[in-house]
């Protein structure tokens, strides 16, 4: 036998009512008021649409897709370009790991609006994978392909004769990583590091880098750096001045600049030897305060 509860006539009965939002004080500022909108918005709009512009004058996403070394086969990719643009401005910006690519978190959506593509890394584990794809050949067409993208660009702007910057520095590592050694870091002592050697022009242009072991020699190779860089140089291009920092001031280096009837500037560690030699500098050449000159 089945028993039905009575029902409770006490119960009450909720009616649905419709919250009207009442505006408070706190939307408004004197005669201003605070409201949000629905659009994209990030701090690094400004830098960002400057770049875009200008990758698209130099059609740098056709240039990315043919020159890259490395190939997306499988269906799930998202695309090289997506992933070295981020990788780019990055670096532009002053990032220096693959850490800083958080940078960007806050305004994805109006980055990728502002450079015309439907996704872009989050995950500094997206372009460990992606670079971990390279060989060192691959590494040697891509900066190859680099350069000859700058030789274009500097007959472009009519740039006839500009000034040659070599430069050896000294990049500080964290963790490890292959070909980072400890050496002679002022910076941070003890701290493991690369030893790069960069070729650009007076105006800016970056022209030629390679990366070296930490513990390698300031001077090694630096002859052949040179000649590299002047070898890719556009034909159209006069370098009246060299102007390099104390990792280049080897003597090979010197004589070679000198056989050339190369004008330059070198800047050398003031040891003993080159002490002496500044109190005994003639008329034609020598050396004034670490730096040695040729008329």
């Not at 029902?7 to 505006?23: A, L, P």
């Not at 056709?62 to 981020?86: C, D, F, M």
């Not at 401005?89 to 940078?103: E, K, N, P, Y």
């Amino acid at each position: 036998m089945l028993h039905f509860a009575p029902v409770n006539s006490n119960r009450k009965e909720y009616k649905k009512v419709n919250h009207k939002t009442v505006r408070t004080k706190a939307h408004w500022v004197g005669q201003a008021q605070i409201v949000f909108t629905h659009k994209p918005l990030t701090a690094w709009g400004g830098v960002c649409s400057v770049v875009a512009k200008f990758l698209e004058r130099i059609r740098f996403r056709h240039w990315v897709l043919t020159h890259a070394p490395v190939q997306e086969r499988s269906p799930n990719a998202k695309g090289i370009y997506e992933k070295v643009l981020p990788l780019l401005v990055t670096s532009l910006t002053g990032g220096r790991r693959f850490s800083h690519l958080a940078w960007w978190g806050h305004g994805w959506e109006a980055l990728k609006g502002c450079f015309g593509v439907a996704w872009l890394p989050q995950e500094a584990r997206v372009w460990r994978r992606f670079l971990g794809q390279f060989r060192q050949r691959d590494n040697e067409a891509l900066r190859a392909a680099a350069v000859g993208l700058a030789g274009q660009r500097i007959p472009a702007d009519g740039i006839s004769e500009e000034v040659l910057i070599l430069d050896s520095t000294v990049c500080e590592r964290s963790g490890r990583q292959q070909g980072a050694h400890q050496s002679d870091n002022p910076r941070k002592p003890g701290r493991p590091n690369h030893h790069p050697l960069k070729a650009a022009l007076g105006s800016g242009y970056g022209l030629n880098l390679g990366n070296r072991r930490g513990d390698t020699h300031s001077a090694h190779p630096c002859l052949g750096f040179y000649e590299q860089t002047r070898r890719e140089l556009p034909d159209t291009l006069r370098i009246p001045w060299v102007l390099a920092d104390s990792g280049f001031g080897e003597e090979g280096f010197l004589e070679h600049l000198e056989v050339q009837h190369q004008r330059y500037i070198v800047g050398l560690r003031l040891t003993a030897y080159v002490q002496r030699a500044i109190r005994g500098v003639g008329s034609a050449s020598g050396w004034i305060g670490g730096w040695r000159w040729r008329k």
